[in-house]
Each structure stands twice: as C-alpha cells, then as structure tokens.
C-alpha cells in the first residue's frame, strides 16, 4: 500500500457542485499538506496543518476549505467547484524536524 | 521576496550525455534548498537536498547538485542521462520566515527528455 493515498484519483464534476478530495497517511508524519498544480505554475499552497487542531491557509485558500479529522487523514473541499479549479491536487506528509515531504499521487480534477 | 527560478521549460539531452537542470533562488538567510521529480502519472519524489556542508550534494538515482552561494544557484546535475530519467523536475527551497511556518517555494518546474 502507498504510503500516502489520495482519492478518488480522477474526478469530473459540474460547475457548483460540492466536492471532497480525500488523503490519508500511514507514514506517522505529523505534518499534512494541500497544493495545486497547474502547468507552468510548479505547486502552490492551499492549505497546511501541522497538528489535528492547527490548520493554516497557503497562498491560495479561497473557494477551498480543509479538515484533519485525524493525524492520519486531511480532506479537502470544494464547497462550489468552479473550472478554474481544474487542476491536479497533491496531497503531501512531513515529520517535524525533517526536511522531506512524502507526496501522494495526485487527484486530478476536471469541473465542467 | 523568496522565490525559485527554474529558467528552462523544457531540457533535451540525447541518452548518454551529461546533464544539467538549472534553479536559481532568493532567499533571506541560509537556503534550504531541494529537488524533486515527478513522473507520469505520479506523485513528486524527493531527489536530493542542502542544508549545509559541502556543496556538491548526492541524491537518488545517480543525481547530484551542486550549491552556489555567490551564483546563488541549486542546478541538478548527472553525469549520464538515461531515457528513464526523462521526467518533470522541481526546485524548491524553504521559506526561513517563521510567519510563513518555513513552508517550501517552489520552481515551475523543468521537464527533461532524453533521447535514445
């Protein structure tokens, strides 16, 4: 199993619609990560949370909203999609006092 | 500001050749810096990273990189590339402001081909 795992992996959703990506990790990191990917934009942050009760805002947290419902999992919603959302979602782990981040494979999302 | 450059979009090298995949950052304080790839399909892997210490870094794969102080540089390097390398490449280096949570800034990324 990976260690960190992202679903669904592909979604095609309409325009308004709510929807929930979800992540969850079996590396023990305390650290959870949401970011965008779009071509010729590298990564950007949406939303962070080092803790199940700190949650903090990226560079781009408008129209998203996140929950850490355990250290193990981190969802992230989109309460009215848009196609400008129309991106691939990665879901990232780290441990405090490392370096590295754990990457899970991505969601991609379509909104029509 | 801090921020990341990766200058190439795109890196063509013929199967047997060295090559090279350029970043460039600007940071306040130490550079933390950092290289990942992302295959097809895939996640980002964790290539390779600076902290402090010796300039010439190696990481997985047989790729290494080498840090620049005065060019303030990070470029990816391997001495000969394989068709398998071929892959889209990011840098990265961490924020060392503590009210951004030293979270990492990231290049857009460099998409490498190697050619049989």
């Known amino acids: 199993d990976a260690d960190v795992t992202q679903t669904p992996r592909n979604r095609i959703t309409k325009t308004g619609k709510r929807i929930m990506l979800e992540c969850s990790q079996t590396?023990?990191?305390?650290?959870m990560y949401w970011y965008r990917q779009d071509p010729g934009l590298g990564l950007r942050l949406i939303y962070y949370?080092?803790?199940?009760?700190?949650?903090n805002k990226g560079e781009i947290s408008d129209g998203y909203s996140v929950s850490r419902q355990a250290q193990a999992k981190f969802s992230l919603s989109l309460e009215s999609a848009i196609p400008n959302q129309t991106a691939l979602y990665f879901c990232?782990?780290?441990?405090?006092?490392?370096?590295?981040?754990?990457f899970g494979s991505g969601t991609r999302l379509t909104v029509v | 500001a801090q921020s990341v450059a990766q200058p190439e979009d795109q890196v063509n090298v013929a199967e047997g050749n060295p090559l090279t995949v350029k970043c460039t950052y600007s940071?306040?304080?130490?550079?933390?810096l950092f290289w990942y790839v992302q295959y097809p399909n895939r996640g980002l892997q964790f290539l390779l990273k600076y902290i402090t210490g010796d300039n010439l870094v190696k990481g997985s794969y047989g790729f290494e990189a080498e840090f620049n102080k005065s060019q303030t540089s990070f470029h990816l390097k391997k001495p000969s590339a394989l068709v398998s390398d071929s892959a889209l490449y990011f840098c990265a280096v961490r924020d060392n402001h503590m009210d951004s949570n030293y979270q990492l800034i990231w290049g857009a990324g460099t998409k490498l081909i190697i050619k049989p």
């Open positions: 590396k023990g990191h305390d650290r």
């Open positions: 940071v306040s304080g130490n550079p933390y």
């Open positions: 949370s080092f803790d199940v009760k700190d949650i």
């Open positions: 990232a782990t780290a441990r405090t006092g490392d370096y590295g981040y754990t």
